[in-house]
């Protein structure tokens, strides 16, 4: 059964700083692995997809890696800002099935 | 250029009442899903309909019901509401090409 980890669950940075989010899997037979995130009060936005194949994704100040021998993905942010603050959620895809999530992880830039 | 549409947004019940959660998806999709959230327990799968017609259990079934009423709408019903059904209730539908899953805004139910 793939089961999906993030840690820290929580991280606090001052601005500026870039920052690297952890997530990590079970069972490394994936087709893609999807990053959101989450606003408080908030439904879940798609960030990055990055599908099997790839090693990479980037979306401006987001680059997403992927590799699946190991089962870790990091989703790091460059020059942190205070409205990146957010709860930043990992998901794996491993076919027809449902996407397994990670519990997320809580960050918050200080101004 | 909607996405996934939920209704309502907010709800409050008693307990043993009944009431239905609205999903609708303007994107084609084949699949579709309902989750919870509360905190501390991430994301829970409730739900899903993989194509119009076919629906499954997830993690955490007992206490729902749902419908797959058309390939755009995918209805999640608590028949006897309990204060444990009180959670953030997500519609999902996902691009069956790309994988790529797109969430809904989200209903906030709360059982009394």
């Known amino acids: 059964k793939q089961e999906v980890t993030q840690i820290p669950a929580a991280l606090s940075v001052p601005e500026g700083e870039n920052l690297v989010l952890n997530c990590s899997f079970t069972d490394s037979a994936i087709y893609n692995l999807q990053w959101f995130r989450q606003d408080p009060g908030k439904g879940l936005t798609s960030l990055l997809l990055?599908?099997?194949?790839?090693r990479e994704q980037t979306s401006g100040r987001l680059n997403a890696s992927l590799d699946k021998s190991s089962g870790r993905s990091t989703l790091y942010i460059a020059a942190s800002q205070p409205g990146d603050s957010a709860t930043y959620l990992c998901a794996v895809n491993s076919g027809n099935t449902p996407l397994v999530f990670g519990k997320g992880t809580r960050l918050s830039v200080i101004a | 250029n909607a996405g996934v549409t939920q209704t309502p947004k907010f709800q409050v019940l008693k307990t043993g009442q009944s009431m239905t959660l609205q999903c609708a998806q303007d994107?084609?999709?084949?699949?579709m899903y309902w989750y919870r959230q509360d905190p501390g327990m991430g994301l829970r799968l409730i739900y899903y309909s993989a194509s119009e017609g076919t629906t499954d259990k997830g993690e955490v079934p007992n206490g729902y019901n749902v419908s797959r009423l058309n390939k755009r709408e995918f209805s999640l019903r608590l028949e006897s509401a309990a204060p444990s059904q009180t959670s953030v209730y997500f519609c999902?539908?996902?691009?069956?090409?790309?994988?790529?899953?797109?969430f809904g805004e989200g209903s906030r139910l709360t059982v009394l």
């Open positions: 990055i599908q099997s194949s790839q």
């Open positions: 994107m084609n999709h084949n699949s």
């Open positions: 999902a539908s996902r691009d069956v090409w790309t994988g790529e899953l797109f």
